[in-house]
């Protein structure tokens, strides 16, 4: 089977409030984009657009997206799986370039999370759940994913300091990236002392709603080594679902949904987690980052703790996780994520990260997880010797 | 129509479960099982996943069941704000239903526990609404 590689990246800059239209922000990101491959529209022969609906107004964005990117005639359709919506577009992406419809396509994230107020996201975010029997009793993401700290912290000894210790860390990347929307440093005092949203969880244990985009160049092997000087493969792809009613999980220590994409890229890949070398992990959460660590099989499950205890997720550390920041630095424009999840590993893997870089980074990891533990996406990449 | 009545806000009127509501109105917190394969379920659901089969039965649920987990809102969706706070959780009972619900404002934070007993309670709520909260047995 030939490869299927990644020749361009481009991300806009996440901020609070972007001052233009969804069309134009999604413009930043695909131009980086193609300014990264040396590529023009016309080399793209498909793209793929994803979001979370129900932020902006715009019905079916990628009509939208195709003309005001130069993309018509060529194919274009909307995916959706909310925060994991382009890591689902890469695994299309890659479907596509491996049953040989396409040669190059691109897949772009975005939302603009402004266009409503805090209180309606939260409404909306928790209208991502089970609409029937759990929104009418008023959840909201913090709400689902405390439930799960508290249950870790239950049956593992975790404690709030911890989960404070990783936006610790997430701050201190997040100050030397560019990009992310929240730039200052957090002492553990300040992350402790924050308010708290859902118990245990406080203000500072979750992520900040940001607007953005995101775009990722897709492409064949022989299209790739042909456009590209540097290009990175897609060693494994893994993708699961989960309950969305939480009266149907069985464990709210972990997600099974990362678990089981996780098993699937590892084996698809033939490396196991002992072989990567940096890991964007989706922290949505404090505590989302540290279930990620054991879902990975980064640290044995009950075991997270001691890897952020002994700062083993930051450079130099054992396995470096999230150092553009993460989404709780980096902030969390809900569809354009996982392309800037897949973005960042892309540029460490091409010894292009700057100040963030993880020397000699040959195998990178995404985790991009949509809803509360709903969907699944672990992808695994790697490089030319 | 008849299930807008379930909850604080609801977002959804039509369900070929919505006798639910008539339940919780009679005093019964209710799941349905598959007359056909016998698996249970909580929330209730017209159709089985297991067996594919539409002949379902209706059971109750009575309890107690333990605390899985829970959390304590300080913030709230559009249409809760008057409610906070108030805490969410999940309740397991012994055949491995499990029932996601609120937590009675009669029972004070400290003396929540994981593991604790439960039973699930029909209330009333404003404006003919009705649901169900957990409470000490
Ligand atoms: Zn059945």
Redesign the interface.
Known sequence: MQKVGIIGVGQSAFVRGYEGSIRELVFEGFSEAMRDAQIKPEDIQASIICSAPEYDKQRTPAGLMAEYLGLNPQPTFYIESVCSSSSMGLRVAYSMIQAGLHDVVAVIGFQKMSEISS??S??RM??GA???????????M??YY??????HM?TYGTTEEDLALIRVKAASYGQINEKAVYRKGVTLEKALES???????KVFDCCANADGSSCIIVASEEMARKLSPKPVWILGLGAASAPI?????TT?SGLTCAREAAKQAYAMAGVGPEDIDVAEVHDCFTIAEMMAYEDLGFAEPGKGKELIRNKETYIGGKIPVNVDGGLLSKGHPIGATGGSQIRTITLQLRSEAGPMQVDGAKIGLVHNIGGVGIYGNVTIFGRDE | MGFERFGTVSFVSQTKVAKFVDFLDEGSVMGTKCKSCGAKYFPPRSDCAQCLSSDMEWFEITGPGKLVTYSKLMYAPSGFEKDLPYRICVVEYADGVKVFGRISSQIPDKELAIGMDLVAVPVKLSGDKVSYEFRRP
């Open positions: 209180a309606e939260q409404e928790g209208r089970d609409i029937m029997w759990e929104s009418p009793f008023g959840t909201m913090p709400a405390a439930m799960h700290a508290r249950a239950n308010d708290p949203v859902s118990t245990p969880l009613n939480m009266a149907g999980r709210f």
